[in-house]
């Protein structure tokens, strides 16, 4: 018997669509999901709640169990900011909360406002054209490397770390139809990016600034020479709340430039929420590429009127469905006009302001933890931006360490191995946040 809910669970039904598509069995469309992260076992699901108060009683009880620190130094990757209220003010305006995608003549402004937060991010990373935002920053770099395979014609490509593992995961991932990934981690062996050499073969090199561990490698234009030698693209993943006061990635070379505006206004959400971008010059070889959509301003039929709407549409999977480049689905839109809020309030001023602000609060922190018996900080010496590493020399692990500051009201860093974890500080934080923190480690080295 198929369910009565789920459309085409007939047996029946099922056996002729798997006939159909020339499959055995539904377990065939699984296949790519590695063993290890499969579930082998029904889901752990609570009895069906039959109504409304029920539900709400049993949401309660989860939501509970949240205990938040009092203070939290977590980032790799989704960062504290303060969140002007008028950003999500705009942003809960119903013609752009309930538009999912809309066309010009019943867009109510929507296309107006990703244009203008197109612009704002092109401003901001010294690149004329900017994506309409994708899911995720990992996704915007898978998309921006494979975008540079096909302007090279090359298979091969180099990743330079430290990246983020789990991203790492979805590059290699999205990209293994075209590409054949090396990663290329000097976190431990005392590599650099200055002794890299890139061979002819090589379609993108894709490097971090700040890296995973926080760091702004000195040696990114010398990177970028050596790719451009041998015509490869040079690709650079970048925190783009560090550009008000760090170099930005077109300045020293980048081809194209991706990364997540989640720190540009969007609220944290258990992990979220995210939106990629990718940008790059205007230059055909390069925008024909973008899979994703462009929003442009063009003259009407009306004199002096403009309207806003999609730009090179036929490069898209929306014209050409199966027979484009590279699929795209759902954007992540209303994040791109939160972010776009945010520029537009921030100024070139407060970006500046807020960059410097937490590249001095880094440099303090780094300094204040150094100080700390049983701990050191294995990148002082470099400029770090937000994340850095702090290495547990004493007897706990970097996971009991964070247990024993959660008891004292303290989240600690990411835990990256028994003796490192990635602790982060942005413009929420204050010096008498770092110090309490030090002296809680004080106090635990006792």
């Known amino acids: 018997m198929g369910h009565p809910y789920i459309p085409n669970s007939d047996p029946e039904i099922r056996k002729r669509m798997l006939a159909a598509v020339g499959a055995a069995s539904v377990e065939e469309f699984y296949a790519d999901i590695p063993d290890a992260i499969r579930l082998h076992r029904p889901l752990d699901l609570p009895a069906p709640l039959r109504s409304e108060a029920e539900l709400v009683r049993h949401m309660d009880r989860l939501l509970s169990r949240n205990k938040p620190a009092e ?28 538009a999912y995608a809309g066309e010009p003549y019943e867009d109510h402004g929507r296309f107006q406002a990703l244009w203008e937060y197109q612009s704002l991010m092109g401003e901001l990373l010294e690149l004329d054209v900017v994506n309409v935002p994708t899911y995720d920053g990992f996704q915007a770099a898978g998309t921006a490397l494979r975008m540079a395979g096909r302007v090279t014609g090359r298979r091969r490509l180099l990743v330079v770390g430290p990246v983020d593992p789990d991203k790492v995961s979805k590059i290699v991932d999205f990209v293994r139809p075209d590409h054949d990934v090396e990663v290329l981690d000097g976190t431990h062996d005392g590599w ?43 690709v650079v993943g970048c925190n783009p709340i560090s550009l008000g006061a760090v170099a930005s990635p077109a300045s020293y070379g980048a081809d194209i430039v991706c990364g997540d505006i989640q720190p540009l206004g969007i609220p944290m959400s258990f992990g979220g929420g995210n939106a990629g971008f990718i940008a790059t010059r205007d230059e055909e070889r390069l925008v024909r590429e973008f899979p994703s959509r462009l929003f442009g301003v063009v003259p009407t039929v009306v004199e002096g009127e403009y309207g806003f709407g999609d730009v090179f549409y036929d490069r898209t999977s929306f014209a050409l469905r199966e027979e484009g480049k590279e699929w795209v689905g759902t954007a992540s839109a209303l994040n791109g006009i939160m972010a776009g809020v945010y520029l537009a309030l921030m100024g070139p001023r407060g970006m500046r302001e807020i960059g410097e602000t937490i590249l001095a609060l880094t440099a303090y ?29 004493g007897s706990r692990t970097a996971a009991e360490i964070n247990t024993l500051l959660l008891e004292r009201g303290i989240q600690g860093g990411k835990v990256l191995s028994d003796t490192d974890a990635l602790f982060c500080v942005t413009e929420v934080h204050a010096r008498e946040d770092v110090d309490r923190l030090a002296a809680v480690l004080e106090e635990i080295a006792k």
């Open 192 to 234: 650099q990016v200055a002794d890299l050499v890139v061979g002819a073969d090589v379609a993108a090199v894709y490097i971090e600034a700040p890296n995973y561990h926080g760091v702004l490698d000195a040696a990114l234009p010398t990177l970028a020479e050596r790719a451009h030698a041998v015509g490869a693209l040079f």
């Open 71 to 98: 203070l939290s130094f977590l980032g790799a990757g989704c960062y504290q900011h303060h969140l002007p209220a008028v950003v999500e003010e705009i942003a809960n305006r119903s013609e752009f909360l309930t």
């Open 365 to 393: 922190a780094q300094e204040r933890l150094a100080a700390v018996p049983s701990v050191t900080v294995p990148n002082a010496s470099s400029v770090s931006f937000a994340d850095f590493v702090v290495r547990f020399t």
